[in-house]
Structures are given as C-alpha cells and as structure tokens.
C-alpha cells in the first residue's frame, strides 16, 4: 500500500511537471523525463509521428552524447517503434530481442533489454509515442503500463495547450508583422516592397531563404524570376528552384503547397535545400507572383498551420502593394493637374502681362525717337521676348506628359536634361515658331543629332559653366543654335565633331555656321523645311 501511495504521488508530480510549461520543446522533454523517473526507466524517448507516417521527432534521455554521435541518425520509425505507430496500443516486452517485430539495433547502440511503449493521443489523434527501456526493477509490470498510460494521457492535453498557445504567439508575430509590412510598404517601390516581404516571410516562416517571383512566363524558369530575396545569389536559386516539377505544378495550378524535401540542389554557398513552401498570390494589379521558402535540409517540415498563415500573408502583402501602387497613381496624377495648372497660368497671365508690356514699351520707344534711351528700351523688349520664349518652353515641358512623346521638343528636351546636366549650371532649351508642325520624322533626327553632338562636344572640350540650345522654326526653314560660355574651340582641338555636322547639314542642303572666340562658341544649323510639310 506504501509502495502504491508513493507511486501515486510520483505520478502526481509527473502531472504537475508535464503542466506546468507552455513552450512545446521544454514540455516534450519534460513528458519522457517524468516517465523515466516515474517507472524507473534508464533510457527513454519520445517520438513525435509525422503527418506521412515515420518519426518527426525524437527526443532522448539516458544516452550521453558521445553514444548519440556513434550510434549516427536517430530512429526513423521502423521496428516496435514502427509497430507501435502502425498499431496505437501499448506494447511491453521483458526482452526486445526475443520480439519478431524487432529489427535491432544499430552499432554502437547501448544494449536494451525490456520495452515499454505507450501512445499519446491529443483530441483523439495519435500525436506520438513514449518509449521506456530498462527499467531497475528488471522488467515492466502492468501497474507501470497504467501509470505511464496516465501520464500520456494528461501529457496530451499539456501538448494541445502549448500547441494552441504556440499558435497564439505565432499568430500575434504574424499580424504584428504584417501590420509592419504594410506601413513600409506603402512607403516604398514595387522592388522594395517585394524584398521587405519575402524577408519578413522567411524570417516569420525560420527558412533559410525566401524568394518572390513573377509567373508571365511560365515556360522559362529564368523568366519567372521577380523579385527576391533573403540571400545573395537569389537568381541562381530561383532558377533551380522553378526548375522542380511539384513547385512548377503548384505554380500552374495556383496552389498553396507544401514541400517535404526539394532535394536535388545545391545553392551557391553550399547549402543544400529541404523542405519547403509555395505560395502562389494576385501580385500588383492582378498579376499572378508566387512566394516560395525554402529550409535547410534536416530542418523540420513546414506546418499546415505555417501554409495557412503564409497565404493570409501573401494576400495581405499583395493587397498592401496594391494600394501603394493606387496611391502612387493617384500621386501621379495630383502632379499632372498641378503642372497643368502652372501651365495655364503661365500661359494665360504671365506671358500676356509679358507681353503687354513689351508693347507699351514698344510704344513709348516710337514716342521717343532714335537715341540712347531708345536703344535701351529695344534692348529690355529683346529680354522680355526671350522671357516669354522661355517660359512657353517651361509651359511645353510642364505639359509634355499630354503630348506625342516622339515629338522634336520632347527629343530635345529629353537630350539637354541628360546631356546638359553634366556642366556646372544645366543646359537651357528655347523654342520659337511651329517647331513641330514643320519637322518631318528625317528632319527631327537630324536636328536631335546635331544638338546631342554639340551638346556633348562642350562638355567634353569646351571647360564651359553653361549652354544653350535655341530652335526657331519658320515656314522656310529651321535653325538650331548651340552655345556655351567656354574657352572657344582654338587651333589644336579636335575637329571630327565639326565635320560630322557640316557634312549632317549638306545632306540636307543646309549650312553649319561655327562662331568661336575664347569667350564662347555657337554653332547655327540652319536646314530647310521639306515642301510638303509647308503644304
């Protein structure tokens, strides 16, 4: 009765032990190392079943490290431990040898006399299994099978509570960080966005590597390549990762799919791929991506419960990327009325009080007669002219967005901002007259290459601080200057760019004028408008 009490109590303490943790690692342990101290047990273990079949887990007590490093990998769920997966009752043996269902023991293996084995059952699935050996009293009796019976069955509900409550704490990390995401990605490029959420994903599903990748072209595996990464080398990886039929197939059928091995890679720093997760989403605007994470091989398998939060996340990361895009769009737009209002206002307000007022002056200079007052006000008229002229090319440039793109102005525009930004102070551009009306398509192109090549002949050679570029179009002909504020072209400096444009502007029956002092240079290309353009 003594002896039963004391047993009773041990087993209440094995209870209270197995209870009192929520982390599911440390309750494990705690589980098997009750029962060796409950039954008096050398050696035990507790197997966690695999969703497949076979042993997920095995976690061990009573073996030193030196004999787990000889004995190499652990059980894999063959033999009684098999038996005992495939039939969920207890088995107890006096001698393990004498079972037939027994396959031994590999070398190195402390010898095991009697065995007890007993599942564990959470809401009616089996979740694994506790084995015991050797125990001091020299065998398994049937009151330590009801004891370690009783232990599995409270341990079972010790599991499902850390698993709920590991689920909860992964639940919180999963939203936090989507909330996280979101906020950055709203902040953020397409690019950007697609590196903060593969990085978060791998970091919230511990895999070694996480990549995002577009699908338009699903016949190429270098095509598919998005966006990834956590690791350098992400091409490369991406590539041998699309070129595995399931991740091919999941990616085909849009389906969420867990991988329990990608075997068959290398990467480029040596790593060797194992299980793994595909995700296929609705990326930007609709247009179908697909996350995939990868863990190192050995690493416990991806979770259905780790697919499921990786669909929400991907979902939650798609729908964020939209909306950045929805807001850079409606950005865009804000700009473009802005501009045009500017336009608007230039065009209808200033240039017209510009205007008036060179004529009032115009006027009061006909009042006034030849003189050096005169002269003056026909100098401040010339000013205001070239105000307005460049203030009607701030207005096209303002506006550009709404016209033809390959028009002349657009090419000009687009070559002095990428070629005149290089001196000190950029470039300028003027236009005058039906600038586009009069160039035909070969007359543009003459004209965008004599203005590149000036303009990159002064930042190569000129030492100047600033250029100009000024077009004037008129029914009979177009004229192109290209001025700048540098040391002149003198007598040893290359001349090959010269020439090309004089043998430009004799093609056209045009005339290259050259004017170089140490003050300056400009080039004049005059070329005539073809016939029927002025018809």
Known sequence: MLDTQGRLRALVRANRAVVSHLD?????RTIIEAAVE???ARYGALGVIAEGGGLEQFIHVGMTDDVVDRI????????????????PRPIRLDSIADDPRSSGFPEGHPPMTAFLGVPITVRDAVYGNLYLTDPVGGGFTEDDEQLVKALAANAGFAIDNARLFAETVARQAWSASAAEMTASILGSDTAEAQEEFATRAAGLLEARSAVVLGTGVPDDPAALLGRSDRQAGGAEECALVLDNDRVRSAIEGAQPTRLDELSGYAFADGWEPGPAVVVPFDGKTGSPEVLIAVRESGAPPFTAFELERAVTFSRQAALAMELAEARADRERVVLLEDRARIARDLHDHVIQQLFGAGLELQSV?????PGAL???IDGTVKSLDDAIAQIRTAIF????????ADSLRHRLLDIVQEVGVALPRPATV???GPVDLVADPALADDVAAFVREGLTNVVRHAGAETATVDVVASADEITVDVADDGAGIGETSRRSGLANLSERAERRAGVLDVE????GTRLRLRLPVPVERVR
């Open 38 to 40: 409950l039954v008096g």
């Open 430 to 432: 003027s236009f005058a």
């Open 374 to 376: 005169a002269d003056r």
């Open 72 to 87: 190499g990998h652990l059980p894999e769920g063959h033999g009684l431990l098999g038996a005992l997966i495939d039939d």
């Open 397 to 404: 440039s303002l506006s550009r967005q709404q016209g033809p």
């Open 516 to 519: 170089s002092t140490p003050n």
């Open 24 to 28: 599911l690692p440390v309750v494990l």
């Open 365 to 369: 200079q006909s009042a006034l007669g």
